[in-house]
């Protein structure tokens, strides 16, 4: 079972996966057009790194061994949903998600990228994105959370200089709020 907290964030974890390029990986969603990070809940027996590791293992078919971990973000990120995307049927409602983001770098060949180890996989496909494509792609209500995740981690990633934001970034988005 899933952690909802009191104000109603349930715990989450996202992973951004690296190549040895510093591109990193973006799923596209089983049967939908969408694109995003894996990611996935925290059962409340385990930590973030815990639910991060069995999650890239159901995700994408990787194991402990095939990757480094680089870092992970301080603080949980919180995004909200959208107000449609609310399901108020349920208890406790849960009304966004907190995040620990984790930053791994992929050690073994890309052919142990699996996306059918499990019954029902979560995406259909995956590609090698530059490092800030994601944040075009990803829905709207979840952009925020990935500029802060790819700002605190992209040090880790690149330590000579995280590459410059490119051309289509809106001026918008130049700021990371505090959530």
């Known amino acids: 079972m899933d952690d909802i907290d009191p104000q109603g964030y349930r ?18 969603r089983l049967g939908n057009s969408g694109w995003q990070f894996p990611q996935g809940g925290v059962n409340l027996d385990e930590s973030p790194e815990q639910a991060m590791y069995r999650e890239l293992q159901e995700e994408l078919g990787l194991r402990i061994e095939d990757v480094d971990l680089l870092g992970s973000t301080s603080e949980w990120l919180k995004y ?14 849960c009304i966004g998600q907190k995040q620990i983001w984790f930053l791994l770098k992929l050690i ?3 052919s142990h990228v699996r996306l059918d180890t499990m019954g029902e996989p979560e995406f259909d496909r995956w ?14 209500f979840k952009r ?3 500029i802060q995740a790819l700002d605190e981690l992209g040090p880790a990633l690149f330590p000579h200089g995280v590459p410059p934001r490119p051309q289509w970034w809106p001026q918008k988005w130049q700021k990371t709020p505090d959530v």
């Open 11 to 28: 715990a989450n974890v996202g992973i951004i996966l690296s190549d040895e390029n510093g591109s990193v990986l973006l799923a596209g």
């Open 80 to 93: 909200q949903l959208p107000e449609r995307f609310i399901r108020k049927g349920s208890e406790p409602v």
């Open 108 to 110: 073994s060949p890309e």
């Open 127 to 140: 590609r090698w994105v530059d490092y800030w494509r994601p944040v075009k792609e990803v829905i709207y």
């Open 144 to 146: 925020q959370v990935y």
